[in-house]
């Protein structure tokens, strides 16, 4: 590694850590309905957008609050079905492209509706300017939205007493977008253009090149997407190679902006948590293991990375790190850097080739899925999944000094436990079940492009990404088929609606119950031993789940290769 590496991990670390505890307060006041330095310009938007569109704005039980969810994503994904299937009749659509296959649109729309943006098309080839922004544009924003809007239910389960109410979803959702995205969005959109990244209606460009071929640019309202597609931890790509595409990233500034705000977000969003529970020392006790996971997979994929590929090693050739598959602009560590933070977040864009990477490094990429994607996770999504854990290591706690446990001052009693337990077969049915579904079919498994271990790498690869709302790929998995569609289709609902449903249920039960006042002999959640125990936790309950599926791919290839 060089100077230029270490400044780059630095300036990311800056990026990411300065404004959190500033911004984690700022999404607490938004998100309650106090005044901000924005009210005055967004509040006469947001009281106008509630009599435009006559929602009531009284507070919803969890049920009522996870069926105007419901209703609303499903509302979204119909309406981005139709865009994408029908593409080809409507206006927006310079190159004429037609409309998508139905298995695909239906893949496609399930994708941006879940969060994942999981996307087995390549954008400037197959979508037009009014699926970009009308379509999948909209769905980065509101997508994002729900899962704050769901985290923030929880908290308020969490931090309120004797109360079946959580918030209003409608009103949750449009703070959200308006006061929690948009600005941030904008600021970053212009930052992409100074950097430039297109954003134009124009057709797409044709030139000559030096050698007299012809050759088509393709362009369209590029920064517009990108700035919420890091910043609402979606992820896909305007262009089928992502951040790799130099009018997605043109520049070393763009790549570092980008990188950095797909944890911005969540990072800032644990401080949140703290504001709701009055006790900051939570928020850095979760922050804690948050980092010491990231840490621990980013040191062992730069590790990994800075090896020599054994295969094409020669006694005579001193070989450095390999390049093959890495945006060369970048290099090595920022390839790395991007590869780590895209799955600890559920973000899936990507600037370097996954299927080029050494098995240990997709080994933690995989992983970081895996476990959830709860390092930092998507806008909402990842903390609440880490608040899941938080309870369960709360339980294990109880279970080892034979007390019923209890955190931050409410008991978690039978329904509570059932809840999270139901949350923890989300990611073995969606990653293991289907895996092993798709590997023993001969036309599913034939979307595989490389034999033995590799190629079941690709495969579970492709239903963890899509299971935990990533939406990257190893590639060389030829996924536009109808039966891959289809499942991995299911996979993101399930990835979704099976951790939201549950949390809902869970922050309305323990929003009911009466706190009591925390005592000397309760088991603080603040400190390094409880840091330690969640830690534990998670990197246990992941391994055991899915050791044996990592060892038949990933670890096999690593061995295989003769590190």
């Keep these: 590694m060089h100077s230029y590496d270490y400044a780059l991990l630095l300036a990311f670390l800056v990026i990411v ?3 959190a505890p500033w911004l984690g307060r700022f999404y607490y006041q938004v998100m309650e309905g106090n005044r901000t330095w924005l009210t005055p310009l967004l509040g006469p938007i947001e009281r106008g957008c509630y009599r435009l569109a006559g929602v009531n704005t009284e507070q919803q039980n969890w049920q009522q609050y ?5 209703a609303f994503n499903l509302a979204g994904f119909v309406l981005l ?3 994408l299937l029908l593409q080809g009749h409507l206006p927006l659509n310079p190159q004429h492209l037609p409309g998508l296959d139905w298995s695909l649109a239906f893949n496609s729309a399930v994708s941006f509706v879940t969060n994942t943006n999981w996307q ?3 954008g400037e080839a197959s979508i037009s300017y009014l699926s970009q922004m009308l379509g999948l544009t909209v769905q980065n924003f509101v997508s994002a939205a729900t899962g704050l809007a769901v985290l923030v239910a929880l908290c308020r389960g969490i931090a309120r007493r004797s109360t ?5 979803f409608w009103v949750d959702m449009t703070r959200a977008t308006l006061y929690g995205l948009l600005p941030l969005c904008l600021l970053l959109a212009l930052l ?9 209606f124009a057709d797409y460009a044709h030139a000559l090149t030096l050698q007299g071929n012809e050759q088509t640019l393709p362009l369209g309202p590029v920064a517009s997407q990108i700035a919420i597609k890091q910043l609402g931890t979606n992820g896909g790509g305007f262009f089928g190679v992502n951040s790799a595409h130099p009018f997605e990233n043109p520049t070393a500034w763009s790549n570092l902006f980008e990188v950095a705000a797909i944890i911005l977000i969540p990072v800032a969003l644990v401080f949140t948590f703290g504001h709701y529970v009055k006790d900051l020392r939570q928020s850095r006790a979760i922050l804690a293991c948050m980092f010491s996971l990231f840490l621990l997979g980013a040191g062992t994929a730069l590790w990994s990375e800075q090896q020599p590929n054994p295969a094409l090693r020669s006694a005579q050739v001193e070989q450095s790190a390999p390049l093959e598959g890495k945006e060369s602009r970048f290099g090595t560590t920022g ?7 895209t799955t600890a977040a559920s973000n899936g864009s990507v600037n370097a080739m996954h299927d080029s990477l050494n098995p240990l490094t997709g080994m933690v990429a995989m992983i970081n899925m895996m476990v959830g994607e709860v390092i930092f996770g998507g806008v909402g999504a990842g903390l609440y999944g880490m608040l899941l854990f938080v309870l369960i290591a709360v339980f294990l706690a109880g279970l080892m000094i034979g007390r019923t446990p209890e955190y931050l001052g409410k008991k978690l009693q039978a329904r509570e436990v059932q809840l999270l337990v139901a949350t923890l077969l989300v990611m073995p049915v969606g990653v293991l079940a289907f895996s092993a579904t798709a590997a023993s079919l001969p036309g599913s498994a034939a979307a595989v492009s490389n034999p ?8 579970l690869y492709a239903y963890t990404s899509g299971t935990a709302n990533n939406g990257s790929a190893l590639a060389g998995f030829s996924a536009n088929t109808v039966y891959h569609n289809l499942m991995i289709g299911l996979a993101m609902l399930i990835g979704r609606f099976g951790y939201i449903l549950p949390i809902l249920a869970l922050a309305g039960s323990l929003a009911a119950k009466n706190s009591a006042p925390q005592g000397l002999n309760s088991f603080p959640t603040h400190g390094p031993l409880f840091t330690g125990l969640l830690l534990v936790s998670i990197l246990l309950i992941g391994g055991l789940t899915f050791l044996p599926a990592l060892a038949l791919g990933p670890i096999a290839e690593h061995l295989s290769l003769g590190f």
């Design 164 to 168: 079946s109410s959580l918030g209003n």
């Design 120 to 122: 087995a098309y390549s």
């Design 335 to 341: 390839s790395v850097l991007w590869t780590v933070t």
């Design 452 to 459: 033995g271990a590799h190629g079941f790498s690709q495969l």
């Design 192 to 200: 992409l253009v100074w950097q430039g990244v297109p954003q134009t």
């Design 81 to 83: 079905f139709s865009v």
């Design 17 to 19: 850590l300065l404004p």
């Design 66 to 70: 996870a069926l105007a969810l419901l």
